[in-house]
């Protein structure tokens, strides 16, 4: 199913439901070598914010959205 557009409709989704609650902005943290994820959230209007970051959890790379 990869390839599809599920996953891009399902964030939409959830976006559009979000900036409708009135959210300002919406933040996501892909680690930065996930090409495939980065493509998607830049396609729904995700930029990078700052570089990437070293977390407790691993190496992120911020990435906001705003209405």
Do not use: C
């Amino acid at each position: 199913m990869i390839g599809l557009g599920h996953g891009s409709a399902f964030i939409g989704a959830r976006m559009r439901a979000l900036f409708d609650a009135g959210v300002p902005v919406i933040a996501t943290d892909p680690h930065p070598a996930n090409e495939r994820a980065i493509a998607v959230y830049k396609k729904l209007g995700f930029e990078p914010f700052g570089a990437p970051l070293e977390t407790q959890w691993g190496l992120i790379l911020p990435m906001l959205a705003r209405q």
